[in-house]
Structures are given as structure tokens and as C-alpha cells.
């Protein structure tokens, strides 16, 4: 694969810090693109604003780089107003299930064909460390400098109870997986969400004794193992990996396309 | 040749007006009252082969809004005080990223959730100013159906001139008032189409460089130009820049293209205004009761006229100057604490003969009322 | 035609705003008229008075809103509590005289008609005793010809309601002819 | 073309300019066919042992590394 | 019980229509109250905008009524100031769900000790019977004249994956129940929720030929069934009621005040 | 006796602030520039005894401060523009209900998502008027720590005082700038306790009826008095009204009583102003580089001076008016497009004398970018 | 006191006023001891059918039906 | 003291913006002086030249930035690319001779230490290199004394770390006096 065909290189080195997760996940995406042979002219990817919301800016697609959290509402638009088009909705975790929640959580209800991808590094990196919802209880952040409070979201559990058809789960040091379960979801008819772990050495490492980037991608895979595996099974606390819920549902486009064909004759 | 004449609401009218223009997508969330717009759309729109979505709320509406103008498409959205507050992030970024699309505020009671179901006009300074940072807008209104339908074909008409969006700011009354609407026939009333660029595949297309009239032509998502689109301050390909050069252009183009047009965006009519030694200036429903009372008074003799502006922003200050030059008393009559008075009295050589005739109870101002100020500022009491 | 202002009132369900458009729409589409419809309601709408009002005028009709109207309709008692005083010396006041009992007397000229009564009994459906009403309206006042404001109700009025409507705009037509 | 080998065909190439020395690719090669210079820039040292998995390629965040 | 001791009987009889079931949920609401002997003082009881929202004006506790979708939030600001106080949060379906989906999960998520009431009737009532996010797929609303084409969100699901440590359901028909359902969600440490199903005859029942209140009552009783009963297990479709999620956690402001007394040796 | 002497952040002056005026609530959502003082907080805050919580935006963090606010705690948030912008909707309710509570914009460039980290002062005609409705508000800023923590302490007072949400309008430069601050001592400066009613229980107890002196009793959630709050139109006892009269009341009652108020409510400074020629009006850091070129320049001879605003809302247009009487030329220095600067026009009696000395494209407005404009004021060209 | 069955110490009291007519406590109570006047009004109408059960007063949405 | 302006340039992670930090406290709070610190940062503050400014004097100080420093410090190639240009005639341009190659004469006068060298060496933790840098800058400018110095690395830095610190400090003290 010629990765360089999809990105703008003269942005190139990008901005993100030495072992940042987060080109390990654009690198996926590429070619997870590149794997299923779509055009870049039928490409669109929309972020929201944060270190992950980079992302549109170095990639050669349609792109769009929107407001904090309310990605998935401009692509709601994007995709209604071209539903042949692939839209590809890179998010932070602040971005997706703080200030973004209830987008994600309607995006997912609502099956409109978007593919979202949550670049999961538990915490705020854009600002500098403060902490997400899916910053884990007792870890540290510049806004939780007694540990965090709270319980974090399983993301995967929160978008299958909003009803979403299509959740996976990955991390980056599984990036060939990362990649595959990407492909499989932009080509999922309908909603899909995908979180990626991914790591900020930056700030979460700094604040939890995390390591530098390989560390924290050594943990990744300590903490992790492929739903229905042997691990998993063994050890509930491990994380799943792999295609988590995926269920055939009408696309709401395709529905409203339907009904506009019965109601106008139009043909789209 | 109309091509239709009925008995509606103003809601219904934007409406039509917006299907007139060639309205193609609508994303909303219903708020009193402006739900109609949303109601009739969800019946309309699919049988105009467009797309109609109700969304989580009113900032994720305005969001979609964008994004389906981005594929180039039509796009509006409507709400009311509580709602357009929600908005004003999105509103911001369409300014920013100069994506053409058209919000309604029916206005309410306020501030807060106020008097849902009353009259008011309270949001003016708030369409102008809403947002943060530095910025200009347009915010037409209207009084009557007519206007009602010209104005929304109006707003889609320069969001698409000038890639802005444009304010729809009416009342409560205006919306659910019903009269006589005819719908002009296909052609009547012009229609300003998307200019899209002219620039061929594989040449370089900069989205954000105005041509030499000013316009800067689009190109769609999915079509065959890729670009970028931010919030950021941006150079001309749409990709962030931090250069101060680039930050001071992009801030005087985005407020210049509009203030400085002031006067060519100018929408207004007026009534009996040549010889008018008292001079009324109004807008929204106010301006009915504004004209009732000239009328009325014309009757009688007395020397009164009407400035109706449809134009609020950018404010015409230059024409309203003229207006009120050599007139004996101006009175603006609007239903909130003086919000459009202020600008006038800026506007004015001598705002020292700017009065106000206002209401801000949730009751709709009468030509009584607008007597009774009159009375007062012409030195003969209550 | 000079301007006449007309102010319906009643409870939600009774269709008084209806009643409004209808009227509204039979003297601006088939009349040639002017006319302009507003209502008011408040977060009570689902209880209390509604109202709805309607200006027909051969002029152009600016102010939109009925500050004393030459015909008042009070289809509960708690509505003509509410309105019965802004009627105008000469004007019409128009009851129904089953739902509404008169408590005091008013400038204006008060006809009480058992339109409710009427319209159980002789068509067994109260989603048309607005409709009764309008045709007792037009019956009293001419404001409208009775084919416009037929033309009107059919363009709000599913077919299959056709001919119970038809009955209720007689059968108030009869009522008003009885006061005549 | 078939008959050449992977090995043969591929190299793998690190865009210097782009690579940010973080070392991920280092750790994670199974062969231990790369290795940090002392500019603390990625560089292909092991080629003989190199079994063109393209690993580093898909872990590095800078998108500097490709087999080509 | 007095049900008047704790309402505020100037605004009787109240605005609902008849029929409406959001009086039923609040006279549930009263018992509840009532029946854990709690003074009127203590509690605080916190709306959104909606018919249902009209419910703090008529009790006789500490009230507010505050913006569409966000009572859950000046909660939170209420509780983290006065832990000791009982807070109830009454909200629409719309309310709740649609602008308002954020800060369900995140309270959930949060677990302060909020009671959340979801008054689902399945519709917006205040604004005159458009869809909101629970209407069910097909059913008709002024906003969905063709049915609704996105399939509606299991609140119960939602606040699952969401992490609510405490999930309930009943409906109006099931009146008892709701009041013993909302007593044991208000003892309940930490975030709870109940949805009733509760009736719009007005409007949703109008739209979708529904019949009456009666008749909508009747409706619940037929498409729901005790969770763990045999006619849950036999028909899957039926709507489960009871408690449907209990679990122990730690609630936050408890959590936060053992931060408090550690850091400051303040007492609360 | 001074507590503490600190080298730090503008931030970190309003924490300091903060803490002194008795904050025992923060809820907030992270955004530069105005993170530092959540984070400060966040360690801070439970060592005091106070409550600290990252809410899930920035809307839902006023509606928390709002609703901490009626159980008797003195409340805050800070965000920067787009959080701001989020947080109209609740800021009108805080308005409406009469909650004391403090809202801090540290302001970046705007609009939009704009130039996260540069320094601009692009809000403040969306301080006044951000959200829908007629209302009032009070907005503070400052130019130097000592300032900054003054201003901060002043909000809660003011808030405490008027029940109105304050906003404390920082800019970038003044929140990331460090320097000295000297931490007054307990009692060195006045700090405003909540106004408790003194009606006793079973006693009749209205929420929003004032006294004489114009101010209204609170009692706090959990305590013995029941009543209502609402983002409607209301009656003293915060129940819900229609009543044209109600309203009118309530909203006079809600722009009056800080409009009224405007010259009590103005906190300024003025260096050099009695016989200075040229008078710069500036506020928040462009008034350093306006204090630095007034000093400059009078130590070379020139007669010019410098009105620094600490109240920006309600404007003190009456101050302004006085000290802009007379003078040759009045230069307001600001980092946006002009938007005191309306206000100043607007208050003069000469606005033809009234120039704008401004920088909006990121870059920190120097006493040399100053210098060149009252160059071409001066007629003396670039 | 105890000795006084429920039956005598406890009346269905409806306030004609707040009920609004809806039919609830009608339809549901288990007793047929309700019904609706010619004004529309809930009627207890069978105090000697009643057996006291209550669910009339917590369906109706009126809080206009009370046992005391 | 008259007023002083100092520049310090280099690489986020080189510590330049505490490095004037604490030359800013140990002027304001250990010197009688007044001080004020600022900085700038793009979102490139993750690569790219991160910039920290100081005004020292013994007047007020109003505004707060640098324009033409008396002392610049460039501790990369990319800051001593972007910012030598700024140097005063007659100011002080203080690089580290390993990380920077000076490309062209400056107005200012220009002094290469080994700085990052000789932490390494003597050291071997690169945390203390900007300090090492601040104690080589007093040495050469007597800005503040060391002992003020000294108490503000004392106030940022945790107990375990001052042994370095006070280490490169020293180091930085003895770079200076070898070019004095
Ligand atoms: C409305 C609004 N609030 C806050 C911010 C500030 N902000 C920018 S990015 C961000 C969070 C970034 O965290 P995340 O979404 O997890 O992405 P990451 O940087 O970690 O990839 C925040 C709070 C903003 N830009 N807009
Ligand atoms: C920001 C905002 N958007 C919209 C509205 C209008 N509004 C008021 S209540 C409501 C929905 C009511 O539905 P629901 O929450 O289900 O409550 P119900 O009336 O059905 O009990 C809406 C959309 C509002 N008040 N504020
Ligand atoms: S701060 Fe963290 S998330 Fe952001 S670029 Fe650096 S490592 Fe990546
Ligand atoms: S291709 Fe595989 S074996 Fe070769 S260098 Fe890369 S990771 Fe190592
Ligand atoms: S993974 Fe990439 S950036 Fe990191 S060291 Fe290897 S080549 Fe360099
Ligand atoms: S509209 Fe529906 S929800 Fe609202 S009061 Fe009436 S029945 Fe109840
Ligand atoms: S349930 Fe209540 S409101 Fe309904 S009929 Fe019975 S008493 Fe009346
Ligand atoms: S108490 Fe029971 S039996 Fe008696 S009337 Fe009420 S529902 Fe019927
Ligand atoms: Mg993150
Ligand atoms: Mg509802």
C-alpha cells in the first residue's frame, strides 16, 4: 500500500508527540481505506477538536475538522445530504463521551451509516491532561490530582445500549486488528463504532507512571485479549478485543430514501 | 403566473418560501413558536424529493444543517430563543468556515425560558452578537406573509452570495399569524443558486479566496476537489494557520464582506415617509401596528411615516441616517427594552429625537400603544 | 366590505381556532377579502380559554390582533367570563345557550343559540359544533357567503367528515334563521 | 517477479525527516531488525533478519516507515 | 397518607389534561415520599421543560424547573452542595432522552444519589406531539408523519450500559408498583432511574390510535410483564418491569467527602 | 496584613480570588485558556473544605454552579469562548432566577474555534447579550494580578449583592501572565455574604420580591422555606405568570436593577487623566500597553492619559462621558474589532473624536501599535 | 378503633372540583364502585362494593380521589 | 535596576518555560524586583519553538512581553533559527554550543556554552539542563544573585531533585565564569 496517496504530506512530520497513539490508529484507517478500495473523492472524515481531531488535516479526503464533541452531528448532516459517500467520524474520548455523549449515543440509536472511531487515551490530551470519562477510577489527571472519582464508561457497553448495529474494539498495539476491524466497520450498513486504545505518553503516561509509549503498549496488550477467547475467559477483568456487537439493521438512509422515492418519485 | 394563493401561517410561509428557494435538507428539534416550520416540513420536505431530520437538540440541528450544506445542498434550520441559544456555537463555525445555510428564530418571551407562547422581539442584539469573538451577520425579518415568503427566499438568496448564514428573525405573531399568502410561480421571484467553482479536477482549488466580485465559489463534498474545513483561522485552502497575516485577512474578510455591504444588503419599505414630520421605524409584527397608526393618523392629517426595515443586520446605519434627517421625532417601536432604538440612535444625527415606543409584557403592541409614547414625546402627557 | 373584527372563545377541544381559519379562509380565498387570523394561548391552553381572532376587511388589515370585536363568540362559561366585557356597544354576542349561562348583561346585542344541544341530537358528534356555530355565525351576520365558507370547510375537512359537516353548517343556518 | 522473494522485493524504508525516535518500532520488531541511531532516529539494521512482516510499518505513529 | 400535605393545592386542580398519566407518576411520587418519612424540607425536586416538568410547581418540597434536558445537571450542583438532601428528578421522555441524553449517562455514569424519573409517554407533550427518541418505530407524531423510521432507545439499556447502579420500570396502570419502585430508588445509594410508561392521550393516543387514557392504560398492562416472570420468559417483546438493575457502589458525593475530610479534616 | 506574596498566573489570581471571596463550589469542563484554573481548583478546592467537579460540557458545569448556588454555596465556573458561547442558555436562566454565581471567560481568538492559544478580546458584546431576551448583566476584567484577584473577590461580592451571575471577562495574556501578587489578608478586603432572609419558618417567604434597598433575601435549598425556581416569567414567589403585568414588572426589576446602577456598579482606574489631551480608554492587558505608552509619552512632555475600565457591563456611560468631555482625541485600545469602542462612541458627546486603537490577528496590541494609530489621529500619518 | 373494619372507617372522597372525568378510577376499580355523573364526574357509587383497595386513588391523575 | 528583557527559547520538553519562571519569582519575591513572565505557545507548542519571556526591573512593569530582549537564550537550532533575529544591539545571546550551529553573526553579543554537554557528563540526567542554563545566566548577566536563585529552584522543584538541581546549578555558574 502506498499510504503517502492518502495523506497530505506537506503537513508532514505531524504535530502529534514522539509515540502518540494516535498516528498508529490514521495509519489504520488508511489503510483500512486502501484495503477496501474506496476512492478518496468518496471519502469524507470529520473530527471533532482535540489531539485525535488532527487527524482530517493530514489525511487527503474530504475533511472537516468541526466543533468539540458535536462531530457526529455534522456528519449526520454530511451523510444525509450524500449518502453514497463514506463518512468516517475520528473523535477523542473527551470529544465522543464527555462533551459528545449524547451525539454518540443518538448517532448509534439512529443507524445512520457512519463509521465512528474513538481514539480512546483516557484522557484529555489537547489541553493537557485533564481527565475523560473513560479516564479509569483512581488514575491521575490534572483535574483529578487525587485520583479520579468517578466510574468511566465502557464505551462499548454505553453504544450497545443505545442500540448501535455494529461495536469493535482495539488497541494500538494491535494494529493489524486495528486495521481489519476498521475495514469491517466502514463497510458495516449502518452505524459502527470503533474504540481504539491508544496511548498519550504525553500526559496519562506522565500522571500514572504509564511508561513511555512502548510501555504503555506492552500494557495494551497485557490488558487486553479477543472476545471469546480462552484469556478472556479465564480472566473477566481483561478487556475484549474484536467485533463486540454487530447486527443487521435498516440504514436510516436507506430508509428515508425510500420513503422519498414513494412520496416524490424521485429517484436518488 | 402564481402559483398558488392560501390562507397560512407565517411558519407555513417560510416554508414555502424555503421550498421556493430550493430547500433540500432541514434538520431541527421543536421549540414554541416555531415547531410548525419543523411539522410541515416533516410532511413536505420527503415529498420534494428533500430530507427532513429531527435531532438531540437544537446545536446538534444547526451542526447537520452545515455539514448538509457542505455536500451542497439547501439547508435550514428553525428555532426560538431558548434554542437559538444553544446554537451559537454552530452559528459561530458557520461564520468561520463560511457555509452557507439559513436559521429561523421565531421569537419568544425572554430571557430564559420567559413566556413561551408570547410575543416578542428580544433576540435582536443577541443574532448580532451571540457568538464570541468577532463577527458579522445578516438577520432579515418581516412583517407580513408576503414578506414572509420574499425574506426566506431572501435569506437563502445571500447566504448562498455571500457563504454566510443568515438569520430568519421573527416573531411569535409573524409565525402564527394566518393571512392570504400567494405563492409566486416558478421565476417570479429570483433564486440565487450555489456558485460552485469553475476550477477543473487537478487544478489547485482554494476554497477560501475570493474572487475579484468579492464571491467565493464552492465545491461540494464528494465532488472532485478535496479540501479542508475548521473552526480554526485558516489560509485559503482551509487548513489552520496560526501566521497573524493570515488571521488579520480572514478577520477583515469575514466581517468586511458584510458590514461593508451594509447598504446594498439593506432591505426595507417605507410608508408615507416623504413629508413626514414624525417618523416611525419598525420591523417584525411591531411594524403592523407601526402602519396601522400612520394610517390612521394620515387620516386624520398628521404628518407620520413608516421606515419598515427587513434588514436588522448589518445594520443599514447610512439609510436610517437618511430617514431620519430633518424629521421632528423618531420613534422606534420594537417589543423588547430598546435593542434596535440603541443602534438607531448611533445611526441618527440627532439621537436626542430617538424615542421608543416598546412593549415587553408578552403582550403584542397596539397602535394605541405606540399613540399613547407619542403623545408624550409630542409634549402633550399620557 | 368594511373591517369587522370577530373574537372566537372556549376551551381547547371545541375547535374555536378552527372555526377562526375556516372562517378567515372563506373571506380571503373565495371572497376577495382580507383577512388576518391570530391567537392567543398560554401555557393553559390545555385547560382554560382559548381564543382565536379573525379581521376581515376589504382594506389592507395591519394591527392583526381584535381589541373590540363587532362579533363575540363565547362557547363556555368560562370564556364568556373571561370575554363577554370586550365586546362593543352594538356588537353581537353569541352564546351557546346550553354551555353558557349569561351573568350579567352586555353592550352588546346577546343571542343565545342551543347550537351544543342541536348538534348531539340531531347529528350525535360533538367534532362538529364548531362548525354549528359557524354556520349560525354566518346565518346572523353575513359575513361571508354560506358557499364560501362551505368551500372553506371542505379544504380542512377529511371526506369521509363531509356530510356531517355539511349538516352542522344547516343546522346552524336554522338556528340563526329562528332569531333572525 | 514471482519468483523473487519477499525479501528480495521489499525494503524497509524510514523517512528520517518524519520519524520522531520514539522507539516503537524498535521494541516491537520480532526480529530485532531495527534500532535507534544516535541522532535518535529509526534505522533498518538488520535487513538479513528482517521477514518483511511490515509490523513496524503499521506501529509507527509517524507514518515513516514503508516497505516497499 | 394526606397526599395534600405535600402538594401545593392553590395550583389544583392542575394543567395536565385529563387523563394525562404524569399525575398518576406524581401521586406515585407523593406515596413514595411519604412512605420513607421523609420531611418535606429535605427534599428537592428538580425538572426539566416539558408537561412533565410541570410537577416541581405542584409539589411542596424545595422545587425548580429548569431548562429543557438539563434538570440532571442543576442536580448534580444541588446534591454536590447539600449531600444530605433527597433529589428527585422528574423528566420527559424528551427531556430525558433526546437534548437531555448527555447528562443521563454522565449522571449514571457519576453515580451521585439522584433519582431520576423518566415520565415516558413516548412523545413530545408540551410542544404538541412530535417524536422524541422513545417514540417506537412506526408510530406516528407530527413530526413523523410517515412513522418513525429510527428505532427507539430502551432506556433501561441505556442506563445499563451507561453504568446506572440502580434501573427501574414500571407504568401507570401499574401504579403500586411505580410507587414502590420510585421508594426503593430513592434509598438506593447512589443514581437511580425509573421510567413509567405514562400516557399522552392527547396526542400521542390521538396520533396513533391509541384510544383513550383508559384504553392506553389498558395497552400497558398487555405489553408488559414482570421481569422474571413466566409471561416475560415466555413472549420476548413484552416490556419487562421491576427492578431491573441494583448494584452496590460507591456514591460520589461520598466518595468526594471522604476526599474533603482526608485533605481538610473538615467535617461534613 | 498581606497573607502571602506569589509569583503566578492571572489564572492562578483568580483561584486565589476566588477562595478569598469563600468559593465552595467549582464546576467546569477544560478549555484553554482557562484551564489552569480548574486545575488549580481541583487540588485546591476539597483542601478548603470546597467541592471541585469536571462536569460533561461546559453548559451542564453553569447549570450545576447554578444549582449549587441555591443550596447556599458561593459557585463558579471558567471557560473561554466556545465554552462561553455553550453556556448562553443557562446564563439566561441564572439572570431570570436570580442566582448568584461567577462565570470567568479567559477570551482566546475568536470566532469560532478561531486561535485557541492567542490572545484576543473578542466577547464582550456577546457578554451583554449572548443569550436570547432582554436582560442585564455585570461583566469585570482586569490587566494585572493584584487586579485579578480584586475583580474576582468583586464578582462574588457583586453577585452576592444583586443576585446576577458576574462574568469575569479575562483575555489570555492576563491569564497566562505571571507576576507578583501580594494575597491580602483575611478582612483586608470586603468580602459580601450571601443575604439570608430573616423571615422565619411558617412565616410567608417570597424569593423575589425585593426590599427597600433593592435586594432580595435568599434562603437556601434545605432549609425552612419552600418556594420555586423557574426559568419562566414568575411572581415573587417564583411561581410561573402570564400576567402582562408580572412581566413587565419582573423584567424591569431584572434590567433596571444593575442598568440603574450603572455608575455605582463602574470600577475604574485613571493614570494622567486631568489635563491629558489624548485619553486612551482601555481595559483587561491592552491596558498595559496603554499604561506603557501614556508613561512613555508623558515622560517626553505629551498630555495624554489613560481611563482603564474594570466594569464593562453595565457600561458606565456616564463616567465615560465625563472623562472623554473636552479632550483633543480619545483613543479605546482593545483587542477586537471595535466593540467598546461602539460603546464609547455611543457615550461621547463628541463620537467623532472617539478612534479605535486595536489588533485582532492574535498578536498582543503593543504601546507601538498604539503609537502609530494616534500617529494618524494626530494628523502626523503613519 | 381496631374493632371497626376498614369498610366503616374509610370513605372514597372525590373533589368534583380537580376531577377532571377521565374515566381511570372508573374502568379499573375492581368493584364497578365508581361511575361518571351527568357532569362527567367521578361518583363513588357503590360504597357497599367497595372493599377500600385504593387503586382509584393512586390511578387517578387528578389526585382527586382520596380515602379517609 | 533598570529594566531587564530576557527571552528564553527552545523545545517544549527543555524546560524553557520554567526556567523563566523561576528567574521571574527570584526576582519578584527574593529580589524586591518586578517581574513578569509570559509566554507563547501555537498548537505547534508539541514540536516547533516554544518561547518564554521576562521583564525584570525595579519600575512597574506594564507590557508584559519582550520586544527586543537585552538577554536571548536559543537552546535548539529551530529557536535559534526563529529568534536570533530578535537580539539588541549590545545584548547578550546566550546558545548552547552542542544544540546550536550559529548560522550567522547576530547584533547581539553571541556566547556558546557547552551546556547540555557538560549536564550529561557531569550529571547524566538532561531534567537539569535548564537550570544548569540559568545558573550559567546569572553568572553571565548578575540578574539576580544565585542565593534568590536558588531559593526559587528550591520552591519548584521536589526535595528529592534539589541535589541535581543545586548541581547544575553550580555547573551553569562555572560555564559562565570560564568566558567572563
Ligand atoms: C466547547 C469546547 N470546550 C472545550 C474545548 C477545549 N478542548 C479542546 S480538545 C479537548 C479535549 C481533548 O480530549 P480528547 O477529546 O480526549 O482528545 P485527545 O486530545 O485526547 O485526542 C478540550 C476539552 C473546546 N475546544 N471546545
Ligand atoms: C432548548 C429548548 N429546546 C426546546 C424546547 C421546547 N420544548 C419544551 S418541552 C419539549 C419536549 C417535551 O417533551 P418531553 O420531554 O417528552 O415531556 P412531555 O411534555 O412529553 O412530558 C420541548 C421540545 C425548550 N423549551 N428548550
Ligand atoms: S498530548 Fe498525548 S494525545 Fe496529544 S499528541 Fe501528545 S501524546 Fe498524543
Ligand atoms: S518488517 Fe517486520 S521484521 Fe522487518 S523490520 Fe519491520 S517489524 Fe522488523
Ligand atoms: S516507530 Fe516510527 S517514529 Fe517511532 S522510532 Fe520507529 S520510525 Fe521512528
Ligand atoms: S399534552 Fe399529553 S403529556 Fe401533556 S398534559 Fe396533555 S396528555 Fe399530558
Ligand atoms: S380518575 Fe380522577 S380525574 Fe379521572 S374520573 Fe376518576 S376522579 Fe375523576
Ligand atoms: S377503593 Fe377500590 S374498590 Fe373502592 S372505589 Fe376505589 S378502586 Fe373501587
Ligand atoms: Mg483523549
Ligand atoms: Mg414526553
Known amino acids: 500500500m502506498n499510504t503517502r496517496r492518502y495523506i497530505r504530506e506537506r503537513f508532514f512530520p505531524h504535530l502529534w508527540c514522539p509515540g502518540c497513539g494516535h498516528g498508529i490508529v490514521m495509519s489504520a484507517l488508511v489503510g483500512a481505506v486502501d484495503s477496501l478500495g474506496l476512492s478518496q473523492n468518496e471519502v469524507v472524515v470529520i473530527s471533532g477538536i482535540g489531539c485525535s481531531s488532527r487527524m482530517p488535516g493530514y489525511l487527503d479526503f474530504h475533511t472537516m475538522h468541526t466543533l468539540h464533541g458535536r462531530a457526529l452531528a455534522f456528519a449526520t448532516g454530511v451523510k444525509m445530504g450524500r449518502p453514497d459517500l463514506t463518512v468516517i467520524v475520528p473523535m477523542g474520548d473527551g470529544d465522543a463521551a464527555a462533551i459528545g455523549g449524547n451525539h454518540l449515543i443518538h448517532a448509534a440509536r439512529r443507524n445512520l451509516d457512519l463509521t465512528a472511531v474513538v481514539l480512546n487515551n483516557r484522557i484529555y490530551g489537547m489541553t493537557g491532561g485533564q481527565s475523560s470519562p473513560t479516564t479509569p477510577e483512581g488514575d491521575r489527571s490534572t483535574t483529578a490530582p487525587y485520583g479520579v472519582l468517578d466510574p468511566s464508561f465502557d464505551l462499548v457497553e454505553l453504544a450497545r445500549g443505545a442500540g448501535a448495529s455494529f461495536v469493535a474494539r482495539s488497541t494500538t498495539y494491535h494494529a493489524q486488528e486495528t486495521r481489519e476491524l476498521l475495514a469491517a466497520a466502514i463497510a458495516h450498513q449502518g452505524f459502527s463504532l470503533v474504540e481504539v486504545l491508544s496511548q498519550c505518553p504525553t500526559y496519562y503516561g506522565r500522571k500514572n507512571q504509564g511508561g513511555d509509549a512502548v510501555a504503555m503498549m506492552k500494557t495494551f496488550k497485557q490488558i487486553t485479549a479477543p472476545a471469546g477467547s480462552q484469556r478472556a475467559a479465564q480472566d473477566p477483568g481483561l478487556i475484549t478485543r474484536g467485533i463486540l456487537v454487530q447486527e443487521p439493521r435498516t440504514e436510516y438512509c436507506a430508509a428515508y430514501g425510500e420513503l422519498v422515492r414513494e412520496l416524490s418519485g424521485h429517484e436518488e | 403566473m402564481p402559483k398558488e394563493t392560501i390562507f397560512a401561517q407565517g411558519n407555513e410561509a417560510v416554508v414555502q418560501g424555503a421550498l421556493y428557494a430550493g430547500l433540500d435538507f432541514y434538520a431541527g428539534y421543536p421549540i414554541t413558536p416555531s415547531t410548525e416550520i419543523a411539522e410541515i416540513l416533516a410532511q413536505r420536505l420527503p415529498q420534494a424529493g428533500g430530507r427532513f431530520i429531527q435531532m438531540e437538540d437544537e446545536l446538534a440541528s444547526l451542526c447537520a444543517v452545515i455539514g448538509a450544506s457542505l455536500t451542497g445542498l439547501k439547508a435550514m434550520t428553525a428555532t426560538s430563543g431558548p434554542g437559538f441559544s444553544l446554537m451559537q456555537e454552530a452559528l459561530g463555525y458557520a461564520v468561520m468556515a463560511e457555509v452557507p445555510c439559513v436559521v429561523v428564530n421565531v421569537q419568544r418571551g425572554g430571557p430564559s425560558t420567559g413566556m413561551p407562547t408570547a410575543v416578542a422581539q428580544g433576540d435582536v442584539m443577541q443574532a448580532r452578537w451571540g457568538t464570541h469573538g468577532d463577527h458579522a451577520i445578516i438577520a432579515l425579518t418581516a412583517s407580513n406573509l408576503a414578506d414572509v415568503f420574499l425574506m426566506t427566499v431572501e435569506a437563502f438568496n445571500l447566504a448562498e452570495t455571500y457563504r454566510t448564514p443568515v438569520i430568519l428573525l421573527l416573531d411569535e405573531v409573524v409565525g402564527h399569524m394566518r393571512e392570504k399568502l400567494v405563492i409566486p410561480g416558478p421565476g417570479e421571484v429570483e433564486v440565487v443558486q450555489r456558485l460552485r467553482t469553475s476550477v477543473p479536477e487537478g487544478t489547485d482549488y482554494h476554497p477560501y479566496l475570493a474572487r475579484e466580485d468579492g464571491r467565493l465559489p464552492m465545491s461540494d463534498f464528494g465532488g472532485v476537489h478535496r479540501f479542508n474545513v475548521t473552526g480554526l483561522v485558516h489560509d485559503m485552502w482551509g487548513f489552520p494557520s496560526n501566521d497573524p497575516a493570515v488571521a488579520y485577512g480572514l478577520l477583515h474578510h469575514l466581517v468586511d464582506k458584510l458590514e461593508n455591504r451594509a447598504e446594498t444588503l439593506a432591505r426595507y419599505q417605507d410608508f408615507f415617509c416623504d413629508d413626514a414630520e414624525v417618523l416611525l421605524i419598525s420591523y417584525g409584527s411591531a411594524a403592523r401596528s407601526a402602519l396601522h397608526l400612520v394610517e390612521q393618523r394620515r387620516a386624520r392629517g398628521m404628518k407620520i411615516g413608516l421606515l419598515e426595515l427587513n434588514t436588522l443586520w448589518p445594520f443599514p446605519a447610512q439609510t436610517v441616517r437618511k430617514y431620519c434627517r430633518g424629521r421632528g421625532h423618531v420613534l422606534v417601536v420594537e417589543m423588547n427594552r430598546g435593542q434596535l432604538h440603541g443602534e438607531v440612535q448611533k445611526a441618527a444625527e440627532q439621537p436626542e429625537r430617538v424615542y421608543l415606543a416598546n412593549r415587553y409584557d408578552g403582550v403584542f403592541i397596539s397602535h394605541k400603544d405606540i399613540m399613547q409614547v407619542l403623545h408624550v414625546v409630542l409634549g402633550k402627557g399620557v | ?180 | 517477479m514471482e519468483s523473487r522473494s519477499l525479501k528480495e522485493e521489499l525494503s524497509v524504508l524510514i523517512d528520517v525527516d518524519w520519524c520522531k525516535g520514539c522507539g516503537i518500532c524498535v521494541a516491537f520488531c520480532p526480529k530485532q531488525a531495527l534500532s535507534l541511531d544516535e541522532h535518535g532516529k529509526a534505522r533498518w539494521t538488520g535487513p538479513e533478519d528482517c521477514v518483511r512482516c511490515g509490523l513496524c510499518q503499521m506501529r509507527c505513529p509517524d507514518l515513516a516507515i514503508e516497505l516497499r
Chains 1, 5 share one sequence.
Open chain 3, 1 to 180: 366590505m368594511e373591517t369587522t373584527r370577530i373574537v372566537f372563545s372556549g376551551s381547547g377541544g371545541q375547535g374555536v381556532i378552527t372555526a377562526a381559519i375556516i372562517l378567515g379562509e372563506a373571506a380571503a380565498l373565495h371572497e376577495g377579502l382580507n383577512a388576518v387570523q391570530t391567537q392567543s394561548y398560554g401555557p393553559e391552553a390545555r385547560g382554560g380559554a382559548t381564543r382565536a381572532d379573525v379581521v376581515i376587511s376589504q382594506h389592507p388589515i395591519r394591527y392583526p390582533k381584535v381589541i373590540s370585536p363587532h362579533v363575540l363568540v363565547c362557547l363556555t362559561q368560562e370564556a364568556y367570563n373571561k370575554y363577554s366585557g370586550i365586546g362593543r356597544p352594538g356588537g353581537l354576542l353569541i352564546i351557546d345557550s346550553q354551555l353558557v349561562t349569561p351573568a350579567k348583561k352586555s353592550d352588546a346585542r346577546q343571542v343565545a343559540l342551543p347550537m351544543y344541544q342541536a348538534v348531539m341530537e340531531a347529528i350525535g358528534n360533538p367534532v362538529v359544533f364548531n362548525i354549528c356555530m359557524l354556520g349560525a355565525l354566518v346565518g346572523l351576520t353575513s359575513l361571508v357567503k354560506p358557499e364560501s365558507l362551505w368551500r372553506a370547510v371542505q379544504s380542512k375537512i377529511p371526506p369521509a367528515f363531509l356530510e356531517i359537516n355539511q349538516r352542522a353548517l344547516e343546522l346552524g343556518g336554522e338556528l340563526a334563521s329562528s332569531v333572525r
